[in-house]
């Protein structure tokens, strides 16, 4: 299959895909959505209306900052590593030219994305019995985004990409270059 240039990768799996592995995405894709489902009915049965309010709140800003990373991005429209991130971004809004994936899209990531992934933590912390699934999938979602997009992005991006100064990137090619 042909390697999609806007993916900068000539690892097996572009090879092979032309992008990202649809069999992983739909299995990382599964469990990010049965996460945030179990999430919200596990914080409402524990009346942890902060940690819900924090959590989602989080996922419904995760969207517009979309424009800040993806719609900048050169896999923008395209089957990214990023939870397909790139083609569902090309559908609900334009791809900005001519700027970069900036600091500040950075911060706003970082803390978006941690406000998503620990909020049902806190929130839990007293019920024992429903943080232990929510911690399970946690793990699971963290443990393939980095050991199937970061490593991608970490091992194969080219100087002067975005993904060279991604922190994750950063931390996933320190890790498998050890």
Not at 22 to 31: E, Q
Not at 79 to 89: A, H, K, M, V
Not at 92 to 106: A, D, H, Q, T, Y
Request: proline fraction near 5%.
């Amino acid at each position: 299959m042909e390697i999609d240039p806007a993916i900068n990768c000539e690892c097996q799996e572009c090879r092979e895909y032309g992008g990202p592995d649809p069999t992983i995405m739909k299995f990382r894709l599964f469990v990010f959505l049965a996460q945030y489902v179990y999430a919200a009915v596990a914080l409402l049965l524990a009346r942890s209306w902060k940690s819900f309010a924090a959590t989602f709140g989080a996922l419904a800003f995760f969207f517009p900052l979309r424009y800040l990373v993806c719609a900048r991005c050169q896999g923008y429209g395209k089957n990214c590593y990023s939870l397909y991130l790139g083609r569902i971004t090309a559908k609900l809004m334009p791809r900005v030219e001519g700027k970069e994936i900036g600091p500040l899209s950075f911060i706003l990531e970082v803390v978006t994305l941690y406000l998503i992934a620990m909020g049902p933590v806190f929130g839990l912390l007293r019920k024992f019995r429903l943080l232990v699934p929510y911690t399970g999938m946690l793990g699971i979602t963290l443990g393939t985004q980095f050991m199937h997009a970061c490593r991608h992005c970490g091992l194969y991006a080219k100087d002067g990409t975005w993904q060279c100064k991604c922190p994750s990137g950063k931390i996933a090619n320190i890790i498998y270059t050890l």
